[in-house]
């Protein structure tokens, strides 16, 4: 454990499976909370994550923006310094979760985000189409902000105060991208690191999974980039 308070938020929508074995992976006393938001599920994943030693936060409307902010919120209420987020479908790996934090800890990043499309993902983790949006919007966000990305990842690792002074406003799947706008917008450090993502434990992806899932995601995220893109111009 460091020194500073950390937090793990992970969102999670009917995810009773994946949520167990996850949270069985996750090092003990690697953070202080380990924060479950349940974002409307009809199944068991809260008293999964409970049951498992999770905190369990309640967010009923459902929407991954909406259930990360809860998770943040309730992160920063208990007092987390540095909060990351993970899926709750056991496709981000807890191994990796000393070396996502480290660079936060040493003040060589503000911001560290893992990148599923590296040599150390497992094959076929990530479907063609959402490799496509991605690539995409990680595109997109180095020609407008100059930060050079491979992927826009769930699997991230920020300071509270950072995330609190950008005021995250999407309640959508555009969540990761306004983040990384706004942050790049407001000069902070981004880094991007390598991690060993993986297929996703139990059940079907309800965004990648499908195409209409992926092309929902894939609005959200390019439509929060131009719009973000917009404010930029203006104030240029």
């Not at 150390?120 to 997109?140: D, F, I, Y």
């Amino acid at each position: 454990m460091v020194a500073e308070k950390v937090a793990i938020v992970i969102p999670a929508l009917n995810e009773e499976a994946a949520i167990h074995q996850l949270l069985a992976e996750i090092p003990q006393n690697f953070a202080q909370w380990v924060i479950v938001v349940d974002n409307g599920s009809t199944d068991t994943t809260a008293n999964v994550a409970r049951n498992s030693g999770a905190i369990v936060a309640n967010e009923p409307i459902r929407g991954y923006g909406r259930a990360c902010l809860k998770g943040f919120k309730t992160a920063c209420n208990l007092g987390a310094e540095i909060v990351i987020f993970m899926d709750g479908d056991g496709s981000d790996d807890p191994t990796d979760l000393p070396t996502m934090l480290r660079p936060i800890i040493e003040g060589r990043a503000d911001l560290v985000i893992g990148s599923r499309v590296s040599k150390s993902a497992e094959r076929g983790a990530v479907p063609a189409q959402a490799r496509l949006g991605n690539w995409l919007v990680s595109r997109m966000i180095h020609l407008l902000y100059s930060v050079r990305l491979h992927d826009i990842g769930s699997f991230r690792v920020v300071r509270s105060t950072l995330l609190e002074t950008i005021e995250m406003r999407e309640m959508t799947f555009g969540w990761p991208v306004e983040m990384l706008v706004k942050a790049a917008r407001a000069n902070y450090r981004i880094l991007e690191l390598p991690i060993h993502y993986r297929h996703r434990s139990h059940g079907r992806s309800k965004v990648a999974g499908t195409i209409s899932g992926s092309i929902k995601a894939a609005y959200y995220m390019l439509s929060t980039t131009l719009r973000y893109s917009g404010a930029r111009r203006t104030h240029a």
